[in-house]
């Protein structure tokens, strides 16, 4: 039932960025966690950590671009 609730948080994350991006393709590191299988997991976990990535950038003009994926998925 886990897995099968994990399944679809990936499923609606990958339609959400793909949508969201204008292009038909997913983001790399959409991909890369959607093609992760997870571990079980006991009873006294509350929630798991599927996506924490970031990248910044510093344009010529000094101008600084950060972005920031995180997204978790509470169990039970």
């Known amino acids: 039932m886990r897995l099968q609730n994990l399944s679809l948080v990936i499923v609606f ?3 959400v960025a793909s949508a969201s991006a ?3 393709d997913a983001p790399v590191w959409l991909r890369e966690a959607a093609a992760l299988t997870t571990p079980p997991y006991e009873k006294s976990v509350p929630a798991v950590v599927l996506v924490d990535d970031g990248t910044i ?3 010529d003009d000094g101008k600084v671009n ?3 994926h995180f997204g978790n998925y509470r169990l039970g």
Do not use: N
């Open 13 to 15: 994350l990958a339609s």
């Open 22 to 24: 204008y292009s038909d």
């Open 57 to 59: 950038t510093i344009g």
């Open 66 to 68: 950060k972005v920031y």
